[in-house]
C-alpha cells in the first residue's frame, strides 16, 4: 500500500509540473557552487542552483540539451538521459578564467549586472573608491580629505551622499537615514576591496526587495564567503601614500570555514595642508555548514578613520594667486568617523524548490565632521567653521522565503518571493554647531535624538510563459519618525509616521538566446530627514518615485554584449541638504528622461574591452524654462576600459571616466566644468608574487573632482561672491604594489 501510493504521488508531482531534472552542482574541491544558470535550450526554461548547489529545473525530459555556466567555470553542455530523471544528478564544474562567454542571456530582471560581473572580476576593484564606479553610468566625488563618503552622480541626479541611492553590504545597509551631515549618507570605507566577491546592481525604482532610497536605483556588494589562499601585499606612493593588506585563512573543514581581513591605510594626499589620513579595517568571517542543508555565516568588522582636509576653495582665489589648486582657506577642515559591525546571514534549503534566507544586523556608528563652506560670510571674525557629530546604533533583521519551478498549468512557470523586515536607527546628539579652530564650540545650532524605525513587507512574483516573462510585485513599508530637541526650553519628543505602497510590474521578451527585450515599470520613494518631518508636521515625508525602463539586451555572439535603455522618472519631491544650516530643503517635482548605451567585448581570450555612455536630461517641473536646471546634475558621463588577463604572466587595464560640463545653479550662469580622466594598472605574476604598478590620472589632467556653485566671503572681502568652490582632482599619482598568495 505505502508503494502504490508513493508511485501515485509522484504520478501525481509530474503531472502538475511536468518532468524535472534535479541535482547538485560542484566544484572540483567538492564544494557546491551556487548562482549557477542551468538552462534548457530546448524547452526553454531555466533555473540557478541554491546557496547549497541543488536545483530543480522543470519541463525537462530525455534528449533534451542543457548549458550550464557560472562565471570563473569552464560552461558545460549535457544532453538528458532517462536515468537523470529518475534520480539526482551530481555535475562537477571546472575553474577557468573569467570570460564574457560563462554569462547567459537569460529572463532576469538584474541581468546587467551579470555583465558587469566580468569587469569587476577581469579589473579587481583596487581602492574603497572604486567600488562604485563599477556601476555603469555612476561617478563619484571626493571633498574632504578621503575620509568623507563620496559624493555620488547618477541618472541625472546629485545624490550628495546617498539621498537617491540604496546601498548594501550582504544585506547590512549602508546609508544612513536621518544623518548629521545629509540624509542617505552612505560611507563604504568600512569595506575592504579584496574581500568583495561580487556587485550586484540594479537602476531605477523596480525591485521589490529595495526601499528607501531606491530611486536612481541600488547596488548590493557582496563579500567572499571564504578565501583559497592567504594574501599579503604592500603599497608605497606619491604623497607619502602607504598601504598594507592582509587576509588570513583561519579554519577551512568540510563544515567550517573563517578568515581575517585587514589593512592600514596613510597618505597626506597632493594638498599644500597635509592629510594626515589614517584609515584602519578589519574584518572577520566565519561559514557553517548546518544539518538539514542549513548554512550560517557570521561576520564583524571594525573600521576607523581619521583626517584632515583642505575643504572647497574658491575659484577667485586661485585666479587672483592668493592660493594653488591645493591650498586651502581653511586647512581645520576634516574629521573623524568608526563603524563597528556585527552581521547574520542564514540560508535554509527547505528542498530543491524552497529556500530561506534571514539576515540580522547591528552597527555601532560614531561620526565627527569638521567644514567651512563660506569662510567669513556669516562671521568675519571667527568663520563660519562648522561641526556635524552624531552616535548612532542601527538594528535590523528581515527573512525571504522563496518559491521556485511551480507550475500554472502546462504553459506558465511560477515563482514568488515573500519577505518582511525592519530596521531601527537610535541617533543620540545629532549636533551641528558653529565652531572655531575644531576645539570651540561658539553656538548650538541644532542638538537632538533621532529614533526612526521602518518596517516593510514585500511579495515579488513571477509568471513565465513561452517567451514572455512577467514580474508584478508589491512593498508596503512604514516608517516612524521621533525627535527629542535638546535645545527646545521645555521638553520637546515629537512623532510621525507614515504609511507607503510601492507597485512594480516588469516584463521581458526573450525573443531568442540573442535578444531580450525588457519593460520595467515601478514606484519607489526616498524619506526625509526626521528632524524636517517633525518640522514640517508629517507633510511631504515619503515622495514617491515613478519610473519606467524600455530596453533590450544583446548577445550577437558569446563574446559580445551590447545594452540600451530609454528610461523615464518623475519625482513628487526631491530634497536639498544644507549643510550649513541643518535642514533639508524641499525642491519641488523634478523629471529625468535618459538613455543608457553600454557594450563589452572579449576580443581574445587575454583581451576585454567595455564601454558605457549615459544621457540624462533633469529638469525641475515647477519652475520656468531657463531657471530650471537641477544643480550639479549630469547629463552626459561614460566609463569604459581596455584590459588585459590570462595573457601569460602579465595583466592590467586602462580605464577612463568622463562627465560632461554642467549647470551648477538653476538657471545654468555658474557652470561646473566637465573632466576626462584616465588611468592604468599593470600587474607581473611569478609564482606566488605578483608586482603591481598603479597610476590614476595618467595624462596629469587638471579636473575638479568635486564642485559647487557657493556664495562666500574672504576675510576683509566687502561683500560676498558666488561662484564655483571646488575640491581640485588628483594629479598624476604612481604607486607601487607587491602582494603574496600562499
Known sequence: MKYILSACFMLSINLFFGQQITGKIINTENKPVEEVSIFNKTSEVHTHTSPTGVFTLNKTQANDTLYISCLGYEPQVILVEQRDLEQPVVITLKPTNISLDQVMLLAEIDLLSKFVAVDVQVDPVKSSQEILRKVPGLIIGQHAGGGKAEQIFLRGFDIDHGTDINLTVDGLPVNMVSHAHGQG??????????????????????????????????????????????????????????????????MDTDKSSAYIASELSLTDGPFDSPQNFHRFNVLGRYNYKMSGNQELSLTASHFDSKWDASGQIPQRAVDDGSIDRFGAIDDTEGGETSRTNLLVNHTKAIDENQSLETTAYVSQYNFELYSNFTFFLDDPVNGDQIKQFENRLTTGASTVYERRNMSLGEKV???????IGFRYDNVDDVELSHTLNRKTVLEYKALGDVDEVNSYAFLNTEFKTGKWTFNPALRLDYFKFQYE?????????????????????????????????FLKTGMGFHSNDTRVVIANQG?????????????????????????????????????????????????????????????????????????????????????????????????????????????????GGLNYRYIDDRAANEDNSIVAEGYFVTDFNVNYTCKNWTYSIIVENLFNTEWNETQFATESRLYNEPAPVEEIHFTPGTPFFIRGKIALSF
Not at 187 to 202: C, M, N, Q, R, S
Not at 500 to 507: E, I, Q, W, Y
Open 539 to 651: 507633510e511631504s515625508i515619503l515622495p514617491a518615485a515613478y519610473g519606467a525602463d524600455l530596453g533590450t539586451i544583446l548577445k550577437p555572439t558569446n563574446n559580445w554584449a551590447i545594452n540600451a535603455s530609454l528610461w523615464y522618472l518623475f519625482l513628487e519631491q526631491e530634497f536639498v541638504y544644507v549643510g550649513d544650516a541643518a535642514i533639508v530643503e524641499p525642491s519641488g517635482r523634478t523629471q529625468r528622461l535618459g538613455v543608457d548605451v553600454g557594450a563589452r567585448y572579449q576580443a581574445l581570450d587575454w583581451l576585454y574591452l567595455y564601454a558605457d555612455v549615459n544621457y540624462a536630461h533633469a529638469r525641475s517641473v515647477d519652475d520656468p524654462s531657463g531657471e530650471d536646471y537641477i544643480p550639479l546634475a549630469p547629463d552626459l558621463t561614460s566609463v569604459g576600459g581596455v584590459l588585459v588577463d590570462n595573457l601569460g604572466a602579465f595583466s
Open 485 to 517: 530637541d535638546q535645545l527646545a526650553p521645555t521638553y520637546s519628543d515629537l512623532a510621525e509616521t507614515k504609511v507607503r505602497v510601492s507597485p512594480k510590474l516588469n516584463t521581458i521578451y526573450s525573443l531568442n538566446d540573442q535578444v531580450q527585450l
Open 413 to 419: 512557470d511560477f515563482k514568488y518571493q515573500a519577505g
Open 185 to 250: 549618507y552612505s560611507d563604504l570605507h568600512f569595506v575592504i576591496p579584496e574581500t568583495l566577491e561580487a556587485i550586484d546592481f540594479g537602476k531605477g525604482p523596480y525591485y521589490a526587495d529595495k526601499g528607501n532610497f531606491t530611486t536612481a536605483g541600488y547596488v548590493n556588494m557582496g563579500i567572499q564567503k571564504s578565501i583559497d589562499k592567504n594574501y599579503l601585499s604592500v603599497e608605497a606612493g606619491q604623497f607619502n601614500t602607504n598601504r598594507l593588506m592582509g587576509m588570513m585563512k583561519v
